[in-house]
Nanobody, 129 residues
Framework: QVMLVESGGGLVQAGGSLRLSCAAS????????MGWFRQAPGKEREFVAA????????THADSVKGRFTISRDNAKNTVYLQMNSLKPEDTAVYYC??????????????????????WGQGTQVTVSS
């Protein structure tokens, strides 16, 4: 069984930075596109960023462009989300997810939660004003 485990969340001041990590266990997720999503209390899960199989292509939500960067190191079986210039509105639980293979290889990368089939437990990011 494959599991995704996020880490790196925490409490930071506005303007600060965090780097989230998503590590896979059970087997490698090389061969899958990966995404980051977030969910704030009382709100629906929203897309943050996605990355292609090898990491050569990425897409980021408009709300985080220029501040967040998704990357992956397939040799380490890890996906990252570098978050800079954090704002209070970034406060949420952040989830790593694996794209559903049933979607097939496509461009652009999926931004829809229902096209991802494996999710981590989430890591809390809280940004104080």
């Amino acid at each position: 069984q494959v599991m995704l485990v996020e880490s790196g969340g925490g409490l930071v001041q506005a303007g600060g930075s965090l780097r989230l990590s998503c590590a896979a266990s059970g087997r490698t997720f090389v061969g899958y596109a990966m995404g980051w999503f977030r969910q704030a209390p009382g709100k629906e899960r929203e897309f943050v960023a996605a990355i292609s199989l090898g990491g050569g292509s990425t897409t980021h939500a408009d709300s985080v462009k220029g501040r967040f960067t998704i990357s992956r190191d397939n040799a380490k079986n890890t996906v990252y989300l570098q978050m800079n210039s954090l704002k209070p509105e970034d406060t949420a639980v952040y989830y790593c997810a694996r794209e559903d293979e049933k979607r097939g290889r496509r461009w652009p990368l999926s931004i829809a939660p229902n096209e991802y089939d494996l999710w981590g437990q989430g890591t809390q990011v809280t940004v104080s004003s």
